[in-house]
Antibody
């Protein structure tokens, strides 16, 4: 069974940093591109970033470019999101998502809540 | 950026009735369109991809249609577990974008 478990969320002050983790199991991790998608409480979904299976391609939505870094460790079946220079508008649930076939988001974790507040 | 719109924002339906949800893209997206279901407190779940292909484990009462810029999700006979928010998402161009959602609630 595919399982994605996020951790590392919490409360951080504006301008601060946070690193999210996603532990993957139940599938061959390095066969898949992985994504982060976020959702502010009570709001809609926003794609944040992707990384291909080998890390050779990384893409970001414009609002996080230069501030967020996506990475992965295939040996540990883990996905990461380093978030720097955080802003209030970055507050959201961050979902770790598997890419089933190019850009189809087929399995989602339960999300990690990030709150940026002073 | 391709802007996705969904209508109606809320759809009130009685159990057993048919529900039809619409999604429109601001530009051509071919059939690169997916639908997701999200229940309160849960992560989204993939229902449909390629505009009309049902994802693994999704009941046959869910179906998708359309191509280009106009798409439809149909739930043939609503069950109690289908009351949720439904999002469409295009993956034809960067960045990936989602619609604002349609909430299906009990009439």
């Amino acid at each position: 069974e595919v399982e994605l478990v996020e951790s590392g969320g919490g409360v951080v002050q504006p301008g601060g940093s946070l690193r999210l983790f996603c532990a993957a199991s139940g599938f061959t991790f390095d066969d898949h591109t992985m994504h982060w998608v976020r959702q502010a409480p009570g709001k809609g979904l926003e794609w944040v970033s992707l990384i291909t299976w080998d890390g050779s391609r990384r893409d970001y939505t414009d609002s996080v470019k230069g501030r967020f870094i996506i990475s992965r460790d295939n040996g540990k079946n883990s996905l990461y999101l380093q978030m720097n220079s955080l802003r209030a508008e970055d507050s959201a649930f961050y979902y770790c998502v598997r890419d089933g076939q190019w850009l189809v988001l087929d399995y989602w974790g339960q999300g990690a809540l990030v709150t940026v507040s002073s | 950026e391709i802007v996705m719109t969904q209508s109606p924002p809320t759809l009130s339906v009685s159990p057993g009735e048919r529900a039809t949800l619409s999604c429109r893209a601001s530009q051509y997206v071919s059939n690169s369109l997916a639908w997701y279901q999200q229940k309160p407190g849960q992560a989204p779940r993939l229902l449909i991809y390629g505009a009309s292909t049902t994802a693994t484990g999704i009941p046959a009462r869910f179906s998708g249609s359309g191509s280009g810029t106009e798409f439809t999700l149909t739930i043939s006979s609503l069950q109690s577990e289908d009351f949720a928010v439904y999002y469409c998402q295009q993956y034809n161009d960067w960045p990936l974008t989602f619609g604002p959602g349609t909430k299906v609630d009990i009439k």
